[in-house]
Each structure stands twice: as C-alpha cells, then as structure tokens.
C-alpha cells in the first residue's frame, strides 16, 4: 500500500495570502495525484487531477505541481471561501489511498 | 449532471450487517469506475472499496477485505456495499464516488453520504 504524507497538518494563513501545502508518496505515482477540498458538513470537492490540471470551475488561484513522490498544493492569495480541509490522494496503484488531509485555517 | 443518492446507513450492533445504495444518474456503471470512501467522525478520508466498470473487477482497503462486498446492478444504475461483522471502528459517513474514468481513478463527482454507526 502506497501512504500518502501530508503536511504541514494545520496551516494557518491570513486571507490573501499564499498557502503552500506538502504531500509526500511512500514509492512513485508519477503523476497519479489528485487533491480534494473539503470545508465544513459538506462533501469533498476534486481540485487538480494528474498532479497539476484543475478540474472543472476550479479558479486560476489554485495550482498543483510535483511527481513521483513529492507534491505540492498552492493557493496564491486565499480567499475567505478556500479555508477547509485538503487531501490528496493517489490513483497510480490499488488500494487507492489518501492523505490524512491539512487544515487551512484562518490566522 | 451526474447524482449520486447514498442510502441505508443507520445505527447497528458490533457484529451486525448492512447494506448501503448509491443510486445514480446521467452515468453508466458499466463504463465508469465507482468506489466508496468513508469518513468516521472528525477524521479524515479512507478509501473502502472499488467497482471497476469496464471487467467488473473489485478492490478492497485491508480494512474491510473479507467483510464488506461490493456490487452493482446494471439495470437500475445502483452501487452497493455490502457490509457484514461490522465494528465500532467502522462507524463514518460512507460516501460513493465516481472515477473520471475506467482506469483514472480520481474521483470527479460524490454523493452525500449516509451515515453508519456500529454500537450498542
């Protein structure tokens, strides 16, 4: 099984702010990596699939970057809306695994 | 657009089963690969199980292997989890998932979730 690494666990981060969060691959996924917003009672939303593409309606504001075993999650000025969970997750071998998420919270 | 509809989750003893649907729409289960992620409370994401929609084939998280099942049916586009010899560590918000696609497995549309709690 993959484990997937994530960090800092709480980033806290004033708005309009960058916010740059970790995930780390126990062994390669290429560019397997998605990451996942999820904000309070409601359900998680896909961000950035392939370790950089965003997903549909995602803003310019988020970017992803990495592979093989190191990635990165950038938020380059949050805004009040994007303080929630993030988790990333691979998709390169079964079982599928995530991250145990980093908290964005505001400073 | 794609929905996603969870039901069945409840309030169950240790040692119990049930059984949770994902009902969906606009989406052919024999196309698209489709899984189950839960939740326990105030923690975060684990992935469960996955039906893979082009062969059929299943996939497990050690955690549930030999315990939980996972099936479709075709003819009313519903995923189901089986769940038997349940366990208070399984207690969590189940989610279905689909995958972009057959073989891409990052996850582009969720349900809601129903809520499973083993106690007694």
């Known amino acids: 099984e993959i484990v997937m690494t994530q960090s800092p666990a709480t980033l806290s981060v004033s708005p309009g702010e960058r916010a740059t969060l970790s995930c780390r691959a126990s062994?390669?996924?290429?560019?397997?990596l998605a990451w996942y917003q999820q904000t309070p009672g409601q359900t998680p939303r896909l961000l950035i699939y392939g370790a950089s593409t965003r997903a549909t309606g995602i803003p310019a504001r988020f970017s992803g970057s990495g592979s093989g075993t190191e990635f990165t999650l950038t938020i380059s000025s949050l805004q009040s809306e994007d303080f929630a969970v993030y988790y990333c997750?691979?998709?390169?071998?079964?079982?599928?695994?995530f991250g145990g998420g980093t908290k964005v919270e505001i400073k | 657009e794609v929905q996603l509809l969870e039901s069945g989750g409840g309030l169950v003893q240790p040692g119990g089963s049930l059984r949770l649907s994902c009902v969906t729409s606009r989406l052919s289960l024999s196309t698209y690969d489709m899984s189950w992620v839960r939740q326990a409370p105030g923690k975060g994401l684990e992935w469960v199980s996955a039906f893979r929609g082009t062969g059929g084939s299943t996939y497990y998280a050690d955690s549930v292997k030999g315990r939980f099942t996972i099936s479709t049916d075709i003819s009313t586009n519903t995923l189901y989890l089986q769940m038997n010899s349940l366990r208070a560590e399984d207690t969590a918000v189940y989610y279905c998932a689909k995958a972009w696609s057959s073989g891409w497995n990052y996850l582009d549309y969720w349900g809601q979730g129903t809520l499973v709690t083993v106690s007694s």
């Open positions: 997750q691979q998709y390169n071998n079964w079982p599928l695994t």
């Open positions: 062994q390669s996924v290429n560019s397997d």
